[in-house]
């Protein structure tokens, strides 16, 4: 190995390694803005809770880029909006239940090596990310708020917001992974 290819190839990690961080800061910040400014409250449920367009942010990345930027993005990007909108008491169930739910998205779409190309597994990969969702935030509230009926109120919200998500990301994600099929990874 001659002295040009040796300082090309230390340049060339931290390169990669900035790009990485650079990627995984604009998929959070995609979720948080996804959430925070596209949203509406709800009022039927007893200790508030909303709609917002975070899930298709979510739902797209974790299929497009797997399960470790899913639970990323979903779990800092989230927590964040938590942290930043008067829902701090939430932040660390959501960073928890967000970044899980991520998990299990990229996890399952990607189940055979499937990369999110098939529409099977990337609807199963959203409804096991979704009842893991329900089943946290319901557990969460009932524990925070010592009631285990009041948190059922949040649910009927939560279940649009994720058919939403659902119907906005999968074929979002499609049309993405077209794109990157064709022009390569980002």
């Given at each position: 190995m001659d002295m040009n290819q040796a300082i090309f190839e230390k340049k060339e990690r931290p390169i990669s390694a900035t790009r990485e961080v650079v990627l995984d800061g604009l998929l959070v910040a995609i979720v948080?803005?996804?959430?925070?400014?596209?949203?509406?409250?709800?009022?039927?449920?007893?200790?508030?809770?909303?709609?917002?367009?975070g899930n298709v942010a979510l739902f797209t990345i974790a299929l497009v880029f797997g399960k470790r930027r899913g639970a990323i993005a979903g779990a800092f990007g989230?927590?964040?909006?938590?942290?930043?909108?008067?829902?701090?008491?939430?932040?660390?169930?959501?960073f928890v239940i967000r970044g899980v739910?991520?998990?299990?998205?990229?996890?399952v779409s990607d189940t055979k090596e499937?990369?999110?190309?098939?529409?099977?597994?990337n609807l199963t990969a959203i409804v096991l990310g979704s009842i893991w969702m329900?089943?946290?935030?319901?557990g969460a509230e009932g524990f925070m708020y010592g009631n285990w009926?009041?948190?059922?109120t949040a649910i009927p919200g939560n279940i649009i917001q994720l058919v939403i998500g659902t119907v906005v990301a999968v074929p979002l994600s499609r049309m993405l992974l077209r794109?990157?099929?064709?022009?390569?990874?980002?």
């Open positions: 948080f803005v996804m959430t925070y400014f596209i949203q509406i409250k709800l009022p039927v449920a007893v200790n508030g809770g909303l709609i917002h367009m989230m927590g964040l909006f938590d942290i930043l909108s008067g829902w701090a008491a939430w932040a660390p169930y959501t739910m991520g998990f299990i998205i990229g996890s499937k990369n999110g190309a098939s529409m099977l597994f329900i089943a946290g935030y319901y009926t009041a948190p059922m794109f990157q099929k064709t022009f390569g990874r980002y």
